[in-house]
């Protein structure tokens, strides 16, 4: 039995990619576990990223406190294009933001539940795309920072999604698209000013999950509704765990829960 906070899967591109369940001070291999039965028991409590102990998160993972003040929780980290720590603006804390704001950033194609445009910082790609649960990922352009990336995503979305309908990513692989072609078709929608961080590099980065049954009909299992889940595991995709019975569960979406892992 494995005890403590639950974090974001650990994934490693591999064929397929390898997950690490993280619970508390443990890392424990899923791979290993599909057709195995697992349990997972919630305490009651979670723990907000200021380390204070709650019943449940005001919002996303964050207490009041966190959500209206910390900068981990501001409005430019839903919308990079808000940025401005390279502008030298402070949002909540300058300090912090310049240190996650100015970096290299890349906007990216992938296929998840179908075509989508998505930005990360760069060379964190693979790790984005795996926690997606996209088969296909490709790379449009690489810029100096988040708010430049937010600049040319914003572009691109509005002819092309950002989002990935994460029903249809569980219920299979989906067809595979020529992302090339795709990086072709869009980079003209970009404007003038920002074509100069286009790369020339074309490749695609293809990848597949450990998963043995996919689910017919997704059904959500969430602690708030049931603090046991429990079952044979039948795969892993994305940040979702692949049970019995069509049920899939969330693990980013459960970051920050205090629960016990038993195999």
Request: net charge positive; glycine share 6%.
């Amino acid at each position: 039995m494995y005890n403590g906070v639950i974090q974001k899967m650990q994934t490693e591109y591999t064929d397929p990619v390898n997950y690490d369940f993280l619970i508390g001070d443990s890392k424990v291999n899923l791979n290993e576990l599909i057709n195995s039965k697992i349990s997972l028991v919630w305490s009651g409590e979670v723990v907000c990223v200021c380390g204070k102990k709650l019943k449940k998160f005001y919002r996303q993972h964050f207490c009041y406190q966190c959500y209206w003040n910390a900068p981990e929780a501001s409005p430019s980290i839903f919308k990079p294009e808000l940025c401005t720590a390279d502008l030298g603006i402070e949002e909540r804390n300058l300090a912090w933001e310049k240190k996650f704001q100015l970096v290299p950033h890349c906007v990216y194609l992938a296929n998840s539940s179908g075509l989508k445009v998505g930005i990360t910082r760069n060379n964190n790609q693979l790790t984005r795309w795996m926690d997606q649960g996209a088969v296909q990922g490709s790379l449009i352009a690489v810029v100096p920072n988040r708010r430049i990336s937010g600049l040319v995503e914003l572009e691109l979305k509005k002819v092309l999604s950002d989002r990935t309908n994460w029903r249809k990513m569980l219920s299979g692989s989906p067809q595979k698209l020529d992302l090339i072609q795709a990086k072709n078709q869009y980079i003209k929608y970009i404007p003038s000013e920002l074509q100069q961080f286009i790369i020339p590099e074309n490749k695609v980065v293809n990848i597949q999950y450990p998963v043995a049954v996919y689910p017919v009909k997704v059904n959500s299992l969430n602690f708030y509704k049931c603090n046991i889940i429990e079952g044979t595991l039948l795969g892993i995709k994305g940040q979702y765990l692949l049970f019995d019975d069509n049920r899939v569960f969330n693990v980013r979406s459960h970051q920050g829960f205090i629960a016990k892992l038993s195999i």
